[in-house]
């Protein structure tokens, strides 16, 4: 009887095991982003994110959300700057695999990427203002460390600057640091606990000036996206 028991805890030690090796086959080890805001509401993101694959896994994914704080973002432009990528669209977000689709990855590897966000008309004529959703929450991965550098075409009033954890309106707020026209942001996993790192900043009505374009922005990544 006892060896039955002993039998049936090593069996589910193993399936538990198994089974949290499954939801979190890898870690980002270090999250570096520059996000610079253009006049046109604009962001130029360059990301360089290094991963921890527990065992050999499929490609590293990377997901743009399209949707903000109640507004739509575009994605005009990526582009992988490492290795190979893959991109699939939703209607709330953009899906982009980085690595080789038949070759599985193990270990520590690196990936660098850089890609352009418009995040629209002003939707307020009393004032502009900026949000970003800068880490996702760990779903897409456990981040241990993370350095967000956002630099502004004009000065801002710090005092208008939200930098919170969760959902927009959670109450959990991260201490940065402000040079001039650039925010630096450093988190790690204690801080983040598993959730998402939202940037929210109101600026006087003019900040930007915003020119839309005429085609939709996926024309030329339609059949990426939809491979």
Do not use: C
């Amino acid at each position: 009887m006892k060896k039955v028991i002993l039998a049936a805890i090593i069996l589910f030690s193993i399936v538990l095991g198994n089974s949290v090796h499954a939801q979190s086959s890898f870690e980002i080890t270090d999250f570096q982003a520059t996000i610079r805001v253009r006049e046109d509401n604009t962001y130029e993101i360059f990301e360089k994110v290094n991963v921890r694959f527990f065992g050999p896994s499929e490609r590293y994914q990377r997901v743009i959300p399209l949707t903000m704080y109640r507004q739509k973002i575009s994605l005009r432009s990526f582009e992988g700057l490492s290795t190979a990528y893959e991109m699939k669209k939703t209607s709330n977000s953009v899906a982009i695999l980085l690595g080789e689709s038949d070759i599985a990855v193990a270990g520590d590897r690196s990936y660098s990427y850089q890609y352009t966000l418009f995040a629209g008309e002003d939707s307020d004529p009393s004032k502009d203002f900026f949000f970003l959703n800068v880490l996702p929450d760990e779903s897409y991965g456990r981040i241990l460390q993370a350095k967000i550098e956002i630099i502004f075409p004009k000065e801002f009033d710090i005092t208008s600057l939200s930098v919170n954890v969760g959902e927009p309106e959670d109450q959990v707020f991260i201490p940065v640091e402000i040079r001039n026209k650039q925010i630096t942001i450093r988190v790690t996993d204690e801080e983040l606990e598993g959730k998402k790192l939202n940037v929210y900043l109101v600026l006087p009505e003019g900040y930007f000036s915003v020119s839309v374009p005429k085609n939709n922005v996926f024309t030329s990544l339609t059949w990426i996206a939809n491979a």
